[in-house]
Every structure is written in structure tokens, then in C-alpha cells.
């Protein structure tokens, strides 16, 4: 699948898609594969053309990708273009240098393979800012580990300080690099960058001293010249006019307008600081670049005798300070060498051009060793740490190669022959990568194509570099030949060895028009980038690059460091010669083709629209001539062999899927079937693709142009079906959220309900032991064991009792209280009555108060006295029993002062013979009387009242015992009286005499007179009845009541 292995944080993905949507570059195509006319060398240059107008400078061949210089800054290299590339497939979106540097990355993370990417073209088309945008992005996007952060820094900075040191201005480009550079970036299994190496190869160091005309020394020199301060010149001696130092004036241009030196130098001064050089050595440096510029003011002049000596005194002292080397030592051996023959040393003066030589070569091998030191220098800083040495195991490398482009100048000399054959072996391994690749791709496949003719520049390579019979060696052996050699024998000898080679061509060999332009010191080489002629002028000495022993014993003594690491004393011993230039040269970039052949390349190929370069400008010719020699046509033939398009099935699946309704939205089945099912269901016919193993080929571009039409005209369906699935996950996502909300709520919910109610029931058993402890001891004391039970039995049987007490003071029950509560409880019982009494007692109103208290002395003298007693309890005493007007006012008058307060009809018997007669008895204060009608017959003083008898039964017998002796009393009366209790508690209160009722449980006695006494017998019967009885008695029958 697309998105696998990719973070699909729902940022990129959206990101993804829209680039899908809308990046495709619609100007021209972004792919020359997709070209109808793949044939035609006008339709490629006229898409290079229109793509180049609309500043879209970059296309691919497949996974090549064609970069054009466009000369001016474009806005596309922004840090928000690096996002837009990152993790992005390459043909989602337009072709770009970061398509590739992803594409690479992801391949190292992925496939754990080393990658590299090579950039390749001529000087000025643009391969040292391809490969700056590389490593920039790499720095910005990959992750880096906290340490790491400075790394990236001086991988960045790295190529301000090269290119100060290896880069120059040079009629094709202005900031061309004369020396090759490969670098190595490493990463860890996570991706991190974790050290970087650079090689560095073949600088061309003859600039130094001498450069063409219009072209310009090493950038180091006008920089520090420009922007060093005052001081720091002052200590180097120079002075700030680059026209005042020979070295630096041969091409006649110190001053480039595009060129700012002052800035440059700042950058570089901070570059030299981020990647950790002392300001020491930072000093030593600069003496070295100083040493040079002095050097190259050093002159000679040739004496009488024909020897020479140094007319610049200041400048070689100057020199001999910088170097830290002894001046007259340096002076001799600037003018002298020393030889050994026959195992014997001896000193020969030098004559003024060799003198002359040995200074240039001095200065060259100064500078040509101080920059690989530096690069040394600069691998140091970058190098792993020991820390990352353990999982360095795991680490993958990308490579990435940035080499002087194919040059032609119009004095090429053995620098530019170096430089050629570096451009031709690359191109060689080019075209031997992919169209092995190629190959092996449809092998793999299982596809059947036709191969294509392409021009193999190996027969240029083999004449170059074949051992003994290549240039190379020729030139080795020239040079290591005894006797007179010069540069014409050498050129002599290659006529005679390679002179049939069909690539080779001289003054001699030449035919007409050629050979009048040739001149007779030139050989000319029929590269695969186009016809280059060399002059063989210095071509032995630059290959023996010999540097006169005692020159080098000078330097070996330098007290400066930078130096004597650079010139090893072990050098001088050694009386072996050193490998040649040319030589070196071959082998290390052997060693860089095996270097290259073990990862997987990437290429970038660069191309320049002009010589003049200005933006906007596309000369075809010049173009034509690039694509051409870069092989880019063959490139595409051999890509297009035999299908316009390939796609591995889950790309093409993933991205067509949608026009088809048995893939969409997905395919289950094999990727194999869902391509097939896809592609009938579009209608493609049996020729215009095939089916690999894992890839589909489609023939022709307008099959893939049909697709990509009917996938754009699918999109709005799509985005609809997106929007719908889009909205649809949000809302599920939304509900799920929610569910899980109600969820945990409901848990915390229903949890918390449950810890109270097990809360409760551990409360409640508590309370049940504690209940059932309390009832064991409950006859204990109040102790902690029982105090809650004995509280709760108080408390209980106090709530019960006050919810039943008794309401009024004749209701007796009261609820039974437990053992502990007893004595409580009649407290409590007592209080309760005496409180409802006191509470009923307010109540009471005076009469009733009255007719109470008349109740109370009633109880008291005849509660269980008399039978008839309970008869009155529910009936009230009135006030009186006699209405006024029954009164007789004569008898009120009678009575005068003193109140009837009570009177009652009575029948009173006569003691004698007791004859009833009717009478009113009435009730003062003081007395009693009895009255018969108007008439009062009988006045009983309560003081003389001796005694109230009444019976025990029911009848209404009272007798009122008066004393006999006093006259006017007349005795005890007999008298029945319906409301006999009513009357005697009356009597009693108001006589104060309750004590003197007597209730009788048999006979009452009376007296009759003073020494006669009556007697009034009892009886019980049905009905009252007062009769005489015998023996005179008075006989009173009661009626018998039932005392149930
Ligand atoms: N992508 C680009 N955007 C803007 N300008 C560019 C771009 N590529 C190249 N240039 C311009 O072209 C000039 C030459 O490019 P560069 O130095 O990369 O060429 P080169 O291929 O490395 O040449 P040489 O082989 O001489 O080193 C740069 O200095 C810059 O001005
Ligand atoms: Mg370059």
C-alpha cells in the first residue's frame, strides 16, 4: 500500500492528497517517459524549453532527474517545500531536487541499503548547488539526536569552507569546483544523521600559480584579502590589493562583480568556527594562504655566472616568518637542488627557470596539502563519535558525489584531461547502472524488450586508463623513462601507440580542416561529452608533481603544525618515487567506482541553458549538445524500450482504484488480479501493457494520459465519497468518544453506588454485631460493649412510649418499659400523670373547680363506702336543687344576711312513728335548715352538727345527728333525699365536718331524744322502700345493685 511504512498522522496524509490533487505540473510533461515523440530530440528539448520558461527546471527520465541551471534564486527550495517532499512518492507531485533526496532516504530507512546520489554536468550546470540542497534538506528534515544538532551545522558548513578553499572563478562557472568532492552522510536505524565523511579528489592545484585569462585563484585568497581585518593583515603582511600579488592577477579578473569576497569571508570565518577549528589553526591557515601570495612575489634574477639568487628579500623573509621555516635554508633550496648519484649527495644550482618551477611547485604542493589537511580536518569534526560507534553497525550511508563538470577550455591542459576522464568514468558507470538495472528490471519482470543502441564510452575509458596501453600509463612511462623526455616525446609516443584509436586525434594524425586547427603540441580526444584538445605543454611535470627534495626538507622542519602533518619527514627518507599524478588519480577513482557500485544510485543530471549565465536564457544548441553527450535521449529510449510506464501493482492500484468499482474502495484479492480487474475495466488492450511480476508496463503514454483524464474527472466523486467516509469516521470517532464518556460515567457512577451500599451493609453488619454484643451484655454496665444496644433499647422504648402515652389521666396504660428502664419508667409515669394533671388542672374552670373539688371530698368519704356512690361520679353536682322562685320569700326573709346556697327537696321522718312529710332542706353558710313551705322548722348550726350517717347501699337515707339538749336544735333529722351524695358532701364542706360522716355498713342509729334512740334497719329489695318496721325501727329497703 501507498501510506505504508509512512507516518499517517492525519497532517501528512491530508498533505498527500492534496499535493495528488494539485502538484502535477501541467506545463510540457514532468516526465520524459511520458513523451508520445520519445525519439525526437526537438519534442525533449522543446519540453526542457517550455518547462525552463515557467521556471520549472526540473523533470524526470524516469527516476533520473534532468535539473536545468536556472540562474536566478527560485522560490522553491523553502522549508515548506521540504515538508511538502517529505515522505511523498515520487510521482504524486512535481519533480523536484528534495523528490530525490527523500526518495533516497526513504530507500536507505526502508530497504537498509546505502544509497548515493550522483550528480553529474558540465562546470556551471548546477551540480554543487544540487548537492547543497541536498545535504540542506537532509539537515532540516531528518530527525537528530540532541547532540546531533551541531552535526547537521557542520555538514552545512563544510561546503563554505571548500568551496573558499577548492572553488574558483573560471570562465564557465563562477564559483566552479576544482576538485572532485564525495561525501558521506551517515544515519542511524532511526534515520538520525550521526557523521558525515568527505573525499576529496585531484584539486587542481595549478591555479595557484598560474590561471587563464578572465579566471581567477582560489576564492581564499581574494577573500581574506577583502574581508580579513586590518590587523590580521597586518600580521600577514599583506596589503589589501589583490592586483599587488602576482598569483592573483595571471587571468587579469581579481574583482568579480557576482562575487562578494567580504561576505564570503565572514561566512567562511564562521563556517572554520562551527566545525571546530582553533583560532590557532585557524592562524596557521591563513600564514599558509599569506605564504603563498608572498610567494608568488618572490622573484629571481640570474647572476653573472649563470646562477640565480632571489631579488625579494622582504617576501621570502616574509614567506620563511609564515611558514616557520629557516629563510636561508628556504632560499637555498629555492635555488638549489640537491641530487644523489652513485649513493653520494650533491647540491646543484638551479638555473632561473627551474628556480622559478621549484617556487610554483612549492607553492602548489603547500596549497595542494594544506586543503587535504583541511578536508582531513573537516572529517574529524564530522567523524562518529565514540559514543555512536556501538550502533554505527546499523547505520546506512547516502553518498553523495559533486565532481568538476566536463570542461573544454581553450587552452586545456593535463588538469582538464584529469577532469574529462573523471566525467567519462562516471558516465560509464552511469550508463552501465542503468541499463544493467534497466535490464534487470524486465528480467525480474519476466518482460520481454528490445535492446537499444546507446554510445558506450568504455572505448574512451580503455584509452585513457588501459594498463600500458592507455594515455595514463603512456604518460607514467614517459616520464619515468631514463634519458631526455619532454612533453612532444610524450605526445610522440601516443601518436605511435594509441595514434589508430578511433577517439584519438593529433596534429600528425589529422586530416584537413582538423589538422589546421590543431596545433602540433596538441592531442585531441573524442569524449563522450564532445571533442576536447590538450596541450601536452607540462603535462610530464604535472603528472611527476615533483617537489625538490631539499624543499621539502625545509618544510618537513616547519614549525608550523598544519605543515609539518602535510610534509612527513618519513617522505624525504624515502627514496622511493611516488606514484604519479595521473596515476593516483586512476586509482582513486577506481576506488571510488567501487565505492559507488556498492550502493544504489540516484541521478541527478545537471544541464546549463547557457554559457552566459544569465537566467531566462536557453540556448538549444547548448542544450543539445548537453543532452546529447549526457546520453539523456538513450536514457529515455532504454526507458521507453518497451513501455512508456512502469508502476509497481499497489502504487497503479492505489492511485487508479477508484475506476473501478470492484477495486474501490479496496482491493482484497492479489495485487495482480485487482490490477487486471482494473485494467479491463478501463478497456486497455492486450498491446498497450503487460503484467510483471510486480509491476505494470504500459506501452504507450496516451494509455496513462487516458487514465489520469478519467481519474481527474473521478476526483469531485471521490472527494464526495472522502467527505462522506470523512465525516462519517469524525461522527463514529465522535460517538465513540461520547459512548466511552457514558461509559466511564456510568462506571464511576454505578461504582460509587456500590461502595455506598457496601459501605452501608459494613455499616449495618457493624451495628448487628454491635447490636448482638450489646444484647449479650446487656446486664453488664454501661460499657463500651453494650452502649449501643442499652442506648438503643432506651431510645427505642423511648420513642415507642412517646407515640402511646397516655392521653388522658384515667388512661392506665403505659407501654412496659425493658429491665434498664423500670425506674425510669414510673418517673417518667408519674411525671406524665402529675404533668397531664397539671396540664388538666389549668384547664379547670372555677365552677368546675368548685364542682371538682365538691367530686374530690364526695371520693373521699364515699369511694367504696356506699353503693350508690359510683352512680354520682358521672352526675354533676348542681348548684343548688331548688330554683329560686321554689323558695319561699318569707323563708329568704327569714334567713336575711346569711345566702341559701344550696337547696334540695328532702322527705323527712318524724323520729317518733316516722311519718315522711315533704320538706325543702336549704344550705347557708353556717347552718342548715328545713323548711315546709313558708315555714322554717328545723335549724341545724354546723357547729352543733354532731355527726352525717348515711348507709352503705343504695338508697337515700341521711341522717343528721343534732345534738338534743340545746332547745333550739330539735334533735337528729331523718331525711331521704334523692341526691343524698350530692347533699352530704355539700353539707360536710360547708359544715367543714367531712369527718363526720359516718357511712354505715348495717343499722344506723339516731337519737329520738336525749335518751331514746331510733334505729334505721336496712334491707335489700327491688325497690326503695321506706316502711315502719318492727320493733319500731324504720325499715328501708334498697334496691340490690349489681356490681358488675
Ligand atoms: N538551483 C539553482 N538555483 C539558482 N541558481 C543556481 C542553481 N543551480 C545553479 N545555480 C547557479 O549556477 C551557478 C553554478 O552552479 P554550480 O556551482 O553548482 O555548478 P557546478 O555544476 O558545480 O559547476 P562546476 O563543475 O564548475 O563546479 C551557481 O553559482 C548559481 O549561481
Ligand atoms: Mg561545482
Redesign the pocket.
Known amino acids: 500500500m501507498r501510506y505504508q511504512g509512512r507516518e499517517v498522522e492525519e497532517g501528512r496524509v491530508r498533505l498527500v492528497m492534496e499535493s495528488a490533487l494539485t502538484a502535477r505540473d501541467r506545463v510540457g510533461v514532468q516526465d520524459f517517459v511520458l513523451l508520445e515523440n520519445y525519439n525526437s530530440e526537438a519534442t525533449f528539448i522543446e519540453n526542457l524549453r517550455r518547462r525552463f520558461r515557467e521556471n520549472l527546471?526540473y523533470t524526470y527520465i524516469g527516476s533520473v532527474l534532468v535539473?536545468v541551471?536556472?540562474?536566478?534564486?527560485?522560490e522553491i527550495y523553502s522549508k515548506q517545500q521540504m515538508e511538502r517532499y517529505r515522505g511523498v512518492s515520487f510521482y504524486e507531485i512535481s519533480p523536484h531536487i528534495y523528490a530525490i533526496s527523500d526518495n533516497t532516504y526513504r530507500a536507505m530507512r526502508t530497504e537498509r541499503r546505502d544509497q548515493c546520489i550522483l550528480i553529474s554536468?558540465?562546470?556551471?550546470?548546477?551540480?554543487?548547488?544540487?548537492s547543497k540542497?541536498i545535504l540542506l534538506y537532509y539537515a532540516v528534515t531528518c530527525p537528530t539526536k540532541d547532540h546531533m544538532v551541531t552535526l547537521g551545522d557542520r555538514l552545512l558548513q563544510s561546503n563554505p569552507v571548500l568551496e573558499a578553499f577548492g572553488?574558483a572563478k573560471?570562465l564557465?562557472?563562477?564559483?566552479?569546483?576544482r576538485f572532485g568532492k564525495y561525501m558521506d552522510i551517515q544515519f542511524d536505524f532511526k534515520g538520525a544523521t550521526m557523521g558525515g565523511h568527505i573525499l576529496n579528489y585531484l584539486l587542481e592545484k595549478s591555479r595557484v600559480v598560474h590561471q587563464n585569462h578572465g579566471e581567477r585563484n582560489f576564492h581564499i585568497f581574494y577573500q581574506l584579502l577583502d574581508g580579513g581585518e586590518d590587523d590580521l593583515l597586518n600580521t600577514l603582511n599583506l596589503d589589501r590589493n589583490p592586483h599587488n600579488y602576482r598569483y592573483l592577477v595571471k587571468g587579469n579578473c581579481p574583482r568579480v562583480s557576482s562575487i562578494s569576497d567580504k561576505n564570503n569571508w565572514k561566512a567562511v570565518s564562521k563556517a572554520l568556527d562551527v566545525i571546530g577549528f582553533t583560532s590557532e589553526e585557524v592562524q596557521k591557515l591563513l600564514n599558509i594562504i599569506a605564504s603563498v601570495l608572498h610567494l608568488g612575489n618572490t622573484l629571481f634574477a640570474e647572476g653573472e655566472e649563470g646562477e640565480t639568487y632571489i631579488t625579494t628579500e622582504t617576501q621570502i623573509s616574509n614567506v620563511a616568518k609564515l611558514l616557520g621555516v629557516d629563510g636561508s635554508a628556504l632560499k637555498e633550496a629555492l635555488t638549489h637542488k640537491k641530487l644523489t648519484a652513485k649513493g653520494e649527495e650533491m647540491v646543484s644550482p638551479l638555473n632561473f627557470e627551474q628556480a622559478v618551477s621549484a617556487r610554483d611547485a612549492l607553492a602548489k604542493a603547500v596549497y595542494g596539502r594544506t586543503f587535504n589537511w583541511l578536508v582531513e580536518k573537516i572529517n574529524q569534526s564530522l567523524a562518529l563519535k565514540a559514543e555512536n560507534y556501538h550502533s554505527s553497525k546499523d547505520a546506512s550511508v547516502i553518498g553523495l558525489l559533486?565532481i568538476?563538470?566536463f570542461?573544454v577550455l581553450q587552452h586545456n591542459s593535463f588538469e582538464q584531461f584529469c577532469i574529462n576522464y573523471c566525467n567519462e568514468k562516471l558516465q560509464q558507470l552511469f550508463i552501465e547502472l542503468t541499463l544493467r538495472s534497466e535490464q534487470e528490471e524486465y528480467e525480474t519482470e519476466g518482460i520481454a524488450w528490445e535492446t537499444v543502441q546507446y554510445f558506450d564510452n568504455k572505448i574512451i575509458c580503455d584509452l585513457i586508463e588501459e594498463k600500458h596501453k592507455g594515455i595514463i600509463s603512456i604518460l607514467d612511462e614517459e616520464c619515468l623513462r631514463p634519458g631526455e623526455t619532454c612533453d612532444i616525446s610524450f605526445l610522440e609516443k601516443l601518436e605511435d601507440t594509441v595514434g589508430g584509436h578511433p577517439h584519438f586525434i593529433t596534429h600528425k594524425l589529422a586530416t584537413g580542416k582538423t589538422r589546421r586547427i590543431m596545433s602540433r603540441e596538441e592531442f585531441r580526444l573524442l569524449h563522450y561529452a564532445g571533442e576536447v584538445n590538450y596541450n601536452v605543454n607540462g603535462f610530464l611535470d604535472k603528472n611527476n608533481d615533483l617537489l625538490n627534495r631539499n624543499l621539502k626538507e625545509v618544510m618537513c622542519q616547519s614549525e608550523n603544525q598544519i605543515l609539518s602533518d602535510c610534509f612527513r619527514r618519513e617522505e624525504v627518507i624515502d627514496q622511493k618515487r611516488p606514484e604519479m599524478a595521473a596515476s593516483q588519480f586512476k586509482n582513486s577513482l577506481m576506488k571510488l567506482m567501487e565505492i559507488l557500485m556498492s550502493k544504489e544510485p540516484s541521478y541527478v543530471r545537471?544541464i546549463k541553458p547557457n554559457d552566459a549565465?544569465q537566467p531566462g536564457r536557453f540556448d538549444e544548441v547548448l542544450v543539445r549538445h548537453q543532452v546529447k553527450y549526457l546520453g539523456l535521449m538513450e536514457n529515455l529510449r532504454v526507458r521507453r524500450a518497451g513501455f512508456a510506464y512502469r508502476r509497481r501493482f499497489e502504487a497503479f492500484l492505489q492511485r487508479y482504484k477508484p475506476l473501478c468499482p470492484e477495486t474501490w474502495p479496496n482491493w482484497n484479492g492479489k495485487l495482480a488480479d485487482g490490477v487486471s480487474a482494473l485494467v479491463n475495466h478501463l478497456g486497455y488492450k492486450a498491446e498497450e501493457y503487460k503484467l510483471g511480476r510486480s509491476k505494470i508496463f504500459i506501452r504507450f503514454p496516451k494509455t496513462l494520459f487516458t487514465t489520469e483524464d478519467a481519474l481527474e474527472a473521478k476526483k469531485p466523486e471521490i472527494a464526495v465519497t472522502l467527505q462522506t467516509s470523512w465525516r462519517g469516521y469524525r461522527e463514529r470517532a465522535k460517538y465513540q468518544r461520547i459512548r466511552h464518556a457514558v461509559i466511564v460515567i456510568q462506571s464511576g457512577w454505578r461504582g460509587m453506588k456500590a461502595r455506598r451500599s457496601a459501605k452501608r451493609r459494613h455499616e449495618a453488619a457493624q451495628l448487628i454485631r454491635r447490636f448482638i454484643k450489646g444484647f449479650i451484655y446487656r446486664h453488664e454496665e454501661y460499657c463500651a460493649e453494650n452502649d449501643y444496644f442499652v442506648d438503643h433499647v432506651r431510645y427505642s422504648f423511648l420513642k415507642n412510649l412517646r407515640k402511646n402515652l397516655p392521653k388522658n389521666v384515667l388512661d392506665l396504660n403505659w407501654p412496659t418499659p425493658p429491665t434498664l428502664l423500670v425506674e425510669a419508667s414510673e418517673h417518667l409515669q408519674r411525671l406524665h400523670m402529675r404533668n397531664m394533671v397539671i396540664k388538666y388542672c389549668r384547664r379547670v374552670q372555677p365552677e368546675w373547680k368548685k364542682q371538682m373539688m365538691q367530686k374530690v371530698v364526695a371520693s373521699e368519704i364515699f369511694k367504696d363506702q356506699k353503693d350508690s356512690y359510683p352512680y354520682s361520679v358521672g352526675r354533676l353536682f348542681l348548684d343548688s336543687r331548688l330554683e329560686r322562685e321554689q323558695i319561699s320569700l318569707k323563708v329568704l326573709q327569714t334567713l336575711g344576711s346569711e345566702k341559701v346556697q344550696y337547696g334540695v327537696s328532702v322527705i323527712k321522718y318524724d323520729r317518733r312513728g316516722f311519718k315522711p312529710r315533704p320538706r325543702q332542706l336549704l344550705l347557708t353558710n353556717t347552718f342548715a335548715v328545713l323548711v315546709d313551705r313558708t315555714k322554717i322548722k328545723q335549724r341545724m348550726d354546723y357547729a352543733a352538727l354532731r355527726g352525717i350517717s348515711v348507709s352503705s347501699h343504695c338508697d337515700g337515707m341521711v341522717v343528721l345527728h343534732m345534738p338534743c339538749e340545746v332547745n333550739k336544735q330539735k334533735g337528729d333529722a331523718v331525711l331521704h333525699c334523692s341526691h343524698v351524695i350530692e347533699l352530704v358532701t355539700k353539707l360536710a364542706m360547708m359544715a367543714s365536718k367531712t369527718n363526720y360522716v359516718n357511712i354505715s355498713l348495717g343499722s344506723i342509729r339516731f337519737a329520738v331524744s336525749r335518751t331514746k334512740e331510733g334505729i334505721i334497719d336496712f334491707i335489700g329489695g327491688s325497690e326503695l322502700k321506706v316502711t315502719k318496721g318492727k320493733r319500731g325501727h324504720l325499715l328501708v329497703t334498697t334496691p340490690q345493685i349489681s356490681t358488675t
Open positions: 527546471i535539473s541551471n536556472p540562474y536566478k534564486e527560485l554536468g558540465e562546470s556551471g550546470a548546477g551540480k554543487t548547488e544540487a540542497k572553488n573560471t564557465r562557472n563562477d564559483n566552479s569546483s559533486d568538476y563538470g570542461e545537471c549565465k
